[in-house]
């Protein structure tokens, strides 16, 4: 089994930034991909950015510019800065993970519990 413990959520104002990190525990498992969505209220989860452990990056288009995504694969962690923080960002951000645990050939996702982000306007 393998968890994904999210921090650094928080309230910030319009235009400042905050950083989220997320890392992954377990025995044996491979990670493939590390990332983060988001979900705001009465809306659909969605991709916020992502990156591959061969370096492929996908960022939403309204994050582009403003928010970067890093990974440090010795501590299997993955790491969200996000400036220019925008009213609309507001979410309950969670952490994503496409790991193949243990000795097994399958691949699977799996989710943080969520960290709130609130900006102010």
């Known amino acids: 089994q393998v968890q994904l413990a999210e921090s650094g959520g928080g309230l910030v104002q319009a235009g400042g930034s905050l950083r989220l990190s997320c890392a992954a525990s377990g025995s044996r498992f491979s990670v493939q991909t590390m990332g983060w969505y988001r979900q705001a209220p009465g809306k659909q989860r969605e991709l916020v950015a992502t990156?591959?452990?061969?370096?492929?990056?996908n960022d939403a288009d309204s994050v582009k510019g403003r928010f970067t995504v890093s990974r440090d694969d010795a501590k299997n962690a993955v790491y969200l800065q996000m400036n220019s923080l925008k009213p609309e960002d507001t979410a309950v951000y969670y952490c994503?993970?496409?790991?193949?645990?243990?000795?097994?050939?399958?691949?699977?996702?799996?989710w943080g519990q969520g960290t709130q982000v609130t900006v102010s306007s």
């Open positions: 990156l591959s452990s061969d370096g492929r990056r």
């Open positions: 994503y993970a496409y790991v193949r645990p243990g000795p097994t050939t399958l691949w699977y996702t799996y």
